[in-house]
């Protein structure tokens, strides 16, 4: 029976020579649902309305590029025969931190040319990146990747899982052979659509500008770590080191030591629903208007 198991279709739909991989549809629906949600909150802090439209044009291209790059360098052994293959994105091969990379590098630029505040920007994206990373990694399960160790099909089921799942964790893993493997695309997904309903509520907690961006960093990673210890496909730097956890450990590392820099000398002044939110007056001017009456 298991031998008759095919994997689902890569390709979502043809028109004429034109051929869409489902990888490629479900990152573009993560970007789109992403730039929705930020949009809407975007005319609710008061910046221009048509900010992340123009940031995305310059963000987008670059974040795909970053992460291709940063995949194809510590996945250079499969490329260096046929460099070609390097640009076949739609066979797979975007690494998230490299992506997060170039599109941060992009923000600090379109920040500064704008006149606009890094950190809100960063803020209003965090819940925006985190589900988009989250529909994206379906495109790894189209792919057949981005998979943890064998297990079998009982396990799979005692996850209640849909038998459309269970079938596509059926591999052909080119170290261990055909079997079942674990849906670590799936953990991550719903890691990340847990850390976006946090970011969700971080947002009505009023934490300092750059911490919800911080929280993002620090929730994503700490996800990211141990689910990367679970997955075959990992990138490594040498023999033994996943470089997606040794990333995973500096960027925790990182955003706590910036947020308590940032409370402590006094940077992070401002909170998230400081500025007035569709010419209304903040929660913080109401209750200070409330006071004065009394």
């Given at each position: 029976m ?8 890569r390709?979502?739909?043809e028109l004429g020579p034109?051929t869409?991989?489902?990888y490629?549809?479900?990152i573009?629906?993560?970007?789109v649902v992403?730039?929705?949600?930020a949009n ?13 439209a123009?940031?995305?044009i310059w963000a987008l291209p670059?974040?795909i590029i ?5 995949y ?9 025969d ?8 739609w066979e797979g091969g975007?690494a998230i931190?490299g992506?997060?990379?170039?599109g941060?590098?992009?923000?600090i630029?379109?920040?500064?040319r ?10 209003i994206?965090?819940?925006s990146?985190?589900?988009a990373?989250a ?10 990747e981005?998979?943890?160790g064998?297990?079998?099909r009982?396990f799979?089921?005692?996850?209640m ?8 964790m059926y ?7 055909l079997g ?7 953990y991550?997904?719903i890691?990340?659509i847990l850390?976006?309903?946090?970011l969700?509520?971080?947002?009505r907690v009023?934490?300092?500008q ?7 960093v620090i929730?994503?990673?700490?996800g990211?770590?141990?689910i ?7 990138l490594m730097i040498?023999?033994t ?6 990333v995973?450990i500096?960027?925790?590392?990182g955003?706590?030591i910036l947020?308590i820099y ?7 002044s401002k909170?998230y629903?400081d ?8 929660a913080?001017?109401?209750?200070a208007?409330?006071?004065k009456?009394?």
């Open positions: 298991e031998e008759t198991i095919q994997p689902l279709s390709i979502a739909f034109i869409v991989y489902w490629g549809l479900l573009g629906l993560g970007v992403g730039y929705l949600i809407r909150e975007t005319e609710q802090r008061g910046l221009p309305k048509d900010t992340f123009d940031l995305l670059i974040a970053s992460a291709r790059i940063y194809v360098i510590f996945r250079w052994e499969h490329y260096v046929n460099p070609l293959k390097a640009f076949a994105i975007l931190h992506g997060l990379i170039g941060v590098a992009t923000v630029v379109f920040a500064r704008r006149g606009l505040s890094f950190w809100k920007i960063l803020d994206a965090a819940p990146i985190i589900i990373q529909i994206g990694r379906w495109g790894n399960f189209m792919n057949q981005v998979y943890g064998p297990v079998s009982e799979l089921e005692s996850l899982l849909p038998q459309f799942i269970i079938n596509q591999i052909n893993d080119p170290i261990h052979g079942y493997y674990h849906p670590t695309f799936l991550e997904s890691w990340n850390g976006f309903a946090l969700l509520w971080l947002r009023n934490l300092k750059g911490e919800i961006f911080l929280s993002y929730w994503y990673s700490i990211r770590f141990y990367e210890g679970m997955r075959l496909d990992n040498g023999d080191l996943r470089t997606a956890q040794i995973s500096v960027l925790i590392v955003a706590v947020w940032r409370r402590k000398t006094g940077l992070a909170n629903l500025e007035e939110v569709a010419g209304k007056p903040t913080g001017q109401t209750k208007k409330k006071k009456k009394k």
